[in-house]
């Protein structure tokens, strides 16, 4: 399910993609969708819990991987632990 994040500060909206587990060909199909869009979305964000393998963002588009490490770092400096716990 696509999601998106709206950035009011900065005046963006960000195209978002989670994933429990992702390949390299799901990342790039998720880019290519995005691409589509480029109208609407300033940037990507594919958060993945468990990759198959690196999975590497289009260094020459505003595209960001989060894989588990980055996504736990985020829930610990953002004060999430509570709501992470209790959607689980």
């Known amino acids: 399910m696509l999601r998106k994040a709206e950035n009011a500060a900065a005046d963006e909206i960000a195209f978002v993609q989670v994933k429990s587990s992702a390949t390299q060909a799901t990342l790039d199909d998720?880019?290519?969708?995005?691409?589509?869009?480029?109208?609407h979305y300033k940037r990507m964000i594919f958060a993945v819990h468990?990759?198959?393998g690196d999975i590497t963002p289009p260094s020459d588009q505003p595209v960001q991987v989060w894989d588990g490490k980055q996504i736990a770092r985020l829930v610990v400096k953002l004060g999430l632990g509570d709501w992470v716990a209790t959607r689980l």
């Open 30 to 39: 998720y880019v290519a969708r995005f691409n589509q869009r480029r109208d």
């Open 50 to 52: 468990a990759s198959s």
